[in-house]
C-alpha cells in the first residue's frame, strides 16, 4: 500500500477553477504539494506552501494554454527532476501518456515513489538521457523542459523525439535575443519551426514567464541525437 501523504496547508481550489479539474484532480494536486513541502527526499529547494503552489503547480499548469498541450496523448519531460511540469500534467491529462526522463538515479526513485502514492498510472520514468532514449524517438506528440538549458539544447535534445506534427514546450523567464536567435537557428538545423513565445501569468504578479515552442515541420536529420553531453559542449546555435 502507497504511503499516506499528509495534508497541504493551503487550498488549491483558485487553480482548480482557473483549469477546470475535477475534485479528484485538485486532491491529488494537493498530495503532490504536499510531498514537494514535506518529502525530504524531494529534489527541489522549494518548501514553502504557497511558493510550492505558485513556483510549482501554477507555473505547471499554465501550459494548458497551448492546444499542443491539452491535445498531447504523448508527453515527455525531460530533464524531469522534481517532477514538474510532469506530474502535475499526468493528473490534469489522464488520456495523455507522460513519460518522466531523468539521468539522476535518486531523482528516479522520488519521482517513482511520487507517481505510485497519487496512484498515476499515466505516468513511466525513463532513467537516462534524451540523447539515450531510444524508445522515444520520431513517437512523441509534446515535449517539455523547464530550467533545463539553452533553447538550441532543449531544441537538439527533443527534436529527435518528437513526431512531425509534434512540439517542442520550454519554460523560460526573461526574454533574451540572442538565446532565442541561437535557438532558432538550432531549429532550422532540426526540422522545426519557431513559435512566437507565449507570455504566460501563472500567479497573480508573475513576470517575465514565457513558454517557448518549437513545432517539428519535417524529419530531424539522421545524425541526430547526437552523443551524450555534445549538444551542451557543442550547441548547435553557437557553432
Request: some cysteine; proline content about 7%.
Amino acid at each position: 500500500m502507497a504511503e499516506a501523504v499528509p495534508a497541504f496547508e493551503l487550498p488549491l481550489g483558485r487553480l482548480a477553477d482557473r483549469f477546470g479539474l475535477s475534485q479528484y484532480q485538485a486532491g491529488q494536486l494537493s498530495r503532490f504539494a504536499a510531498i514537494l513541502a514535506h518529502d525530504e527526499n524531494a529534489p527541489t529547494t522549494v518548501r514553502k506552501p504557497k511558493l510550492v503552489r505558485d513556483d510549482h503547480l501554477a507555473d505547471a499548469l499554465v501550459a494548458l494554454e497551448l492546444p499542443v498541450i491539452r491535445e498531447a496523448l504523448t508527453i515527455a519531460d525531460i530533464g524531469a527532476g522534481a517532477g514538474v511540469p510532469g506530474i502535475p500534467l499526468a493528473i490534469v491529462l489522464p488520456r495523455a501518456q507522460i513519460y518522466l526522463l531523468e539521468a539522476n538515479g535518486r531523482k528516479c526513485e522520488f519521482l517513482a515513489e511520487s507517481a505510485a502514492r497519487l496512484e498515476l498510472g499515466n505516468v513511466e520514468i525513463a532513467h537516462g538521457r534524451a540523447e539515450t532514449w531510444k524508445q522515444g524517438l520520431g513517437r512523441i506528440d509534446v515535449v517539455t523542459a523547464r530550467a533545463l538549458a539553452p533553447l538550441d539544447v532543449v531544441a537538439e535534445y527533443a527534436a529527435p523525439l518528437l513526431r512531425v506534427g509534434g512540439a517542442m514546450v520550454a519554460w523560460r523567464g526573461k526574454r533574451e535575443p540572442q538565446v532565442e536567435a541561437d535557438g532558432a537557428r538550432a531549429a532550422e538545423i532540426l526540422g522545426l519551426s519557431v513559435v512566437e513565445p507565449l507570455r504566460v501569468e501563472p500567479f497573480e504578479g508573475a513576470a517575465h514567464r514565457y513558454l517557448h515552442v518549437m513545432s517539428k515541420v519535417r524529419e530531424t536529420p539522421e545524425r541526430f541525437p547526437r552523443r551524450d553531453g555534445v549538444a551542451r559542449k557543442r550547441p548547435l546555435g553557437r557553432a
